[in-house]
């Protein structure tokens, strides 16, 4: 009544060149695997000039933006975004809780 069909020859076959195709891939991968490189944990000195050039040139900022193009992470991002914010550098357009949306300062 139950339980699981019994396989023929030939499926059996496919089954293991199937397993022996997927642990020669797993054994490539990890050697030809691009590194990541770990996103930094203290947000950037917020008098830098190179570093506050380049988020003027964007139209907005939020967290997610600044921490992909800083390389750091997000919960830096938004201290470093308040942190400009304080200092009259950026301004606040919108926002919640959650997320903060700004633009460079006139």
């Known amino acids: 009544m139950g339980g699981k069909k019994k396989l023929s020859l030939k499926q ?43 988020l003027k040139k964007m139209r907005v900022l939020t967290p997610y933006t600044v921490a992909s193009r800083l390389n750091i992470r997000i919960s830096a991002a938004k201290d470093f975004l308040e942190h400009l914010e304080e200092h009259g550098v950026i301004q606040m357009v919108s926002g919640d809780h959650s997320i903060k949306i700004y633009k460079a300062a006139d």
């Open 12 to 54: 059996m076959e496919r089954m293991h060149k199937k397993k022996d195709e997927q642990e020669k891939r797993k054994e490539k991968t990890p050697a030809s695997a691009r590194e990541k490189k770990p996103s930094g944990i203290v947000p950037p000195d917020p008098k830098n000039e190179k570093i506050i050039g380049e």
